[in-house]
């Protein structure tokens, strides 16, 4: 199954507004499709010695398109122009910032705060650059889990892709800058007996700085899943993979260190962990998450975001004692995997998580925290001895609004993605800037084509200049068993 973003998924009705919509322009590019072929790695594993085996989806298909869709919330797009569009009025050549609308601007409103509707490069804030969904071989259900970028500006994607019915591989997209894809791969789990009955999936992807690429997930061995930590070329081979030894588990976290050391956070039917493997794949060493109390032990821990920074592996989470409801935690481990400390994030309302982590000019750390069951969410920020400083900030999302993704942006701000209840049965994938005193500079939903779409949003990644990526899967509520994974790159 094909299916594009026309028939699917208009990319004019892909970013809904939730204010005014600015002025903008359309342009379309055709996507590549390439498939790269794998290679059979060796697994050693920390108890397992297995082999995992990379496979070319080459019967996978990808549309990519490419749209100015725009919007603005508290910002203007600003056109100081005469009748016929000219828009320097003074003798100084034209220019971003001068707040006249010239050519090769999208908008310019004359300031230089960035978000506020039109950004400092004159790109409307939230703009789509590109956009492109992914379908498997068989067009099943398929989703992207995890994006990040490159260091020379592609899109790394990873998530699952059906093979045959209910069961899947862990796969891997690789987009170039201009969202035509390059390659995708699926890899397949190391049990024959599962090779068409397993559920193996792809968690976390980056890139290292020799261009090689990590992914963490989970893969079916002996009946069980277990987290996976693969080593792939720049062009998608496989050289290596581990599977994480003792109890089953899947990936949920992913963190790299600049000489290839990998921190992997899993989450598992006895507790939480966290495995490091060196860069050619060597076990290094493995740390258990505690519970809050002697009963509990293990048991209910799950570290959702991993930070690596000058003072150590920051991991961020929940935890459950066996009587009680979640606890949001955040712990400092040092670069052999000792605890520094563990703390709770503030007593307050029930059921607690850390979502995301973010290092701050200040060397602080930046914490997503959903409570209440996910129905609120704050802003909190901790120094490197685990003390809360500065003002919890409520972020007003609103009713039914679940966040599940933060990335830090310039400007102090960050941008936030997640998923919209609007009625049972459906959802509404959504993006949106806020501020750090939690101010919110504009959102976006992308319904699909509602009602007869759902989306649902996975992760977001920043490229540490002026793109977002963000990932997740579009589905027919009517027709739970077809399902295509979706990226888009826009402007924060």
Same mark, same amino acid.
């Given at each position: 199954?094909?299916?594009?973003?026309?028939?699917?998924?208009?990319?004019?009705?892909?970013?809904?507004?939730?204010?005014?919509?600015?002025?903008?322009?359309?342009?379309?590019?055709?996507?590549?499709?390439?498939?790269?072929?794998?290679?059979?790695?060796?697994?050693?594993?920390?108890?397992?010695?297995?082999?995992?085996?990379?496979?070319?989806?080459?019967?996978?298909?990808?549309?990519?398109?490419?749209?100015? $869709? $725009?919007?603005?919330?508290?910002?203007?797009?600003?056109?100081?122009?005469?009748?016929?569009?000219?828009?320097?009025?003074?003798?100084?050549?034209?220019?971003?910032?001068?707040?006249?609308?010239?050519?090769?601007?999208?908008?310019?409103?004359?300031?230089? /705060?960035?978000?506020?509707?039109?950004?400092?490069?004159?790109?409307?804030?939230?703009?789509?650059?590109?956009?492109?969904?992914?379908?498997?071989?068989?067009?099943?259900?398929?989703?992207?889990?995890?994006?990040?970028?490159?260091?020379?500006?592609?899109?790394?994607?990873?998530?699952?892709?059906? /093979?045959? =019915?209910? !069961?899947?591989?862990?796969?891997?997209?690789?987009?170039?800058?201009?969202?035509?894809?390059?390659?995708?791969?699926? &890899?397949? +789990?190391?049990?024959?007996?599962?090779?068409?009955?397993?559920?193996?999936?792809?968690?976390?992807?980056?890139?290292?700085?020799?261009?090689?690429?990590?992914? =963490?997930?989970?893969?079916?061995?002996?009946?069980?899943?277990?987290?996976?930590?693969?080593?792939?070329?720049?062009?998608?081979?496989?050289?290596? !993979?581990?599977?994480?030894?003792?109890?089953?588990?899947?990936?949920?976290?992913?963190?790299?260190?600049?000489?290839?050391?990998?921190?992997?956070? &899993?989450?598992? $039917?006895?507790?939480? #962990?966290?495995?490091?493997?060196?860069?050619?794949?060597?076990?290094?060493?493995?740390?258990? &998450?505690?519970?809050?109390?002697? %009963?509990?032990?293990?048991?209910?821990? #799950?570290?959702?975001?991993?930070?690596?920074?000058?003072?150590?592996?920051?991991?961020?989470?929940?935890?459950?004692?066996? %009587? +009680?409801?979640?606890? %949001?935690?955040?712990?400092?481990?040092?670069?052999?995997?000792?605890?520094?400390?563990?703390?709770?994030?503030?007593?307050?309302?029930?059921?607690?998580?850390?979502?995301?982590? %973010?290092?701050?000019?200040?060397?602080?750390?930046?914490?997503?925290?959903?409570?209440?069951?996910?129905?609120?969410?704050?802003? #909190?920020?901790?120094?490197?001895?685990?003390?809360?400083?500065?003002?919890?900030?409520?972020?007003?999302?609103?009713?039914?609004?679940?966040?599940?993704?933060?990335?830090?942006?310039?400007?102090?701000?960050?941008?936030?993605?997640?998923?919209?209840?609007?009625?049972?049965?459906?959802?509404?994938?959504?993006?949106?800037?806020?501020?750090?005193?939690?101010?919110?500079?504009?959102?976006?939903?992308?319904?699909?084509?509602?009602?007869?779409?759902?989306?649902?949003?996975?992760?977001?990644?920043?490229?540490?200049?002026?793109?977002?990526?963000?990932?997740?899967?579009?589905?027919?509520?009517?027709?739970?068993?077809?399902?295509? !994974?979706?990226?888009?790159?826009? =402007?924060?």
């Amino acid at each position: 199954m094909h299916m594009t973003w026309s028939s699917r998924f208009p990319l004019v009705a892909l970013l809904a507004v939730t204010t005014a919509t600015a002025c903008g322009k359309d342009s379309g590019s055709d996507g590549g499709d390439d498939s790269s072929s794998g290679s059979t790695g060796t697994t050693a594993s920390t108890t397992d010695s297995s082999a995992s085996t990379t496979v070319s989806t080459s019967a996978t298909t990808a549309t990519t398109a490419t749209t100015a $869709t $725009t919007a603005t919330d508290s910002g203007t797009a600003d056109s100081s122009s005469s009748a016929e569009g000219s828009s320097s009025t003074t003798d100084a050549p034209p220019a971003c910032g001068d707040g006249n609308l010239d050519d090769g601007e999208i908008c310019d409103d004359g300031n230089d /705060i960035e978000g506020d509707g039109c950004n400092n490069d004159c790109v409307e804030s939230g703009s789509t650059q590109w956009s492109a969904l992914w379908d498997g071989p068989v067009g099943g259900v398929d989703w992207f889990d995890g994006a990040s970028f490159t260091a020379q500006g592609d899109v790394l994607v990873t998530g699952g892709v059906e /093979i045959v =019915a209910d !069961a899947w591989d862990l796969v891997v997209v690789r987009y170039d800058g201009a969202g035509t894809l390059v390659w995708d791969t699926s &890899i397949d +789990g190391p049990d024959p007996d599962n090779a068409e009955s397993g559920n193996d999936t792809g968690r976390r992807v980056a890139e290292l700085g020799d261009g090689t690429l990590r992914v =963490a997930g989970s893969q079916d061995s002996g009946g069980n899943r277990r987290p996976y930590l693969g080593a792939l070329s720049s062009d998608g081979d496989e050289s290596w !993979a581990q599977l994480g030894g003792g109890e089953p588990g899947r990936a949920t976290a992913l963190a790299l260190a600049g000489d290839g050391t990998a921190y992997v956070g &899993i989450s598992g $039917t006895v507790g939480g #962990r966290i495995l490091a493997w060196s860069g050619d794949g060597a076990p290094q060493w493995s740390a258990t &998450i505690p519970g809050n109390d002697v %009963a509990c032990m293990v048991a209910c821990a #799950r570290p959702r975001a991993l930070l690596l920074t000058d003072d150590g592996l920051f991991a961020g989470g929940t935890r459950t004692p066996l %009587a +009680g409801d979640p606890d %949001a935690f955040l712990a400092l481990y040092d670069d052999a995997g000792n605890e520094q400390w563990i703390v709770d994030v503030a007593a307050a309302p029930t059921n607690q998580e850390i979502i995301e982590l %973010a290092l701050l000019g200040d060397g602080s750390v930046l914490a997503l925290v959903a409570i209440d069951g996910y129905q609120d969410h704050e802003l #909190r920020t901790f120094d490197a001895e685990g003390n809360e400083v500065g003002a919890t900030v409520d972020l007003e999302l609103g009713d039914d609004t679940f966040a599940v993704s933060m990335v830090l942006v310039p400007g102090d701000a960050v941008v936030i993605g997640g998923y919209i209840i609007p009625s049972p049965g459906t959802n509404e994938a959504w993006i949106g800037r806020y501020d750090l005193d939690g101010t919110e500079r504009w959102k976006h939903s992308l319904p699909g084509e509602a009602p007869t779409t759902s989306t649902y949003f996975s992760h977001l990644a920043f490229d540490g200049t002026a793109r977002v990526a963000a990932a997740g899967a579009v589905f027919d509520p009517m027709n739970q068993s077809v399902a295509d !994974a979706w990226v888009l790159v826009f =402007a924060p």
